[in-house]
Nanobody, 117 residues
Framework: QAQVVQSGGGLVQPGGSMRLSCVASGSIFRFADMAWYRQAPGKQRELVAHITWSGSTTYADSVKARFTISRDNAKSTVFLQMNSLKPEDTAVYYC???????????WGQGTQVTVSL
């Protein structure tokens, strides 16, 4: 059964760092672009960062130069390194995998990131 499992998250102080990980099982990871989204209370889910199968990246303006998306294709894993975190980064973060092989979209379970003193 295809699965997308996230890890990481929690509470961090402003200015701190945190890394999220997402492992996609089975064939869904292969050749797939991947992305991280986030949803803050009362707001719509928004795209944070995107990475293609070949490693090209794009970022939301609000996180450029602070967040880095990367992937390890051998381990079917995508990462989101978050530095210089701000209170406005507080949200539930989701991993997204649109699989070109299965032609289905997969979401991780979501993980809470809270930036606060």
């Amino acid at each position: 059964q295809a699965q997308v499992v996230q890890s990481g998250g929690g509470l961090v102080q402003p200015g701190g760092s945190m890394r999220l990980s997402c492992v996609a099982s089975g064939s869904i990871f292969r050749f797939a672009d991947m992305a991280w989204y986030r949803q803050a209370p009362g707001k719509q889910r928004e795209l944070v960062a995107h990475i293609t199968w070949s490693g090209s990246t794009t970022y939301a303006d609000s996180v450029k130069a602070r967040f880095t998306i990367s992937r390890d294709n051998a381990k079917s894993t995508v990462f989101l390194q978050m530095n210089s975190l701000k209170p406005e980064d507080t949200a539930v973060y989701y991993c997204y995998v649109p699989s070109p092989l299965t032609r289905e979209d997969y979401w991780g379970q979501g993980t809470q990131v809270t930036v606060s003193l």
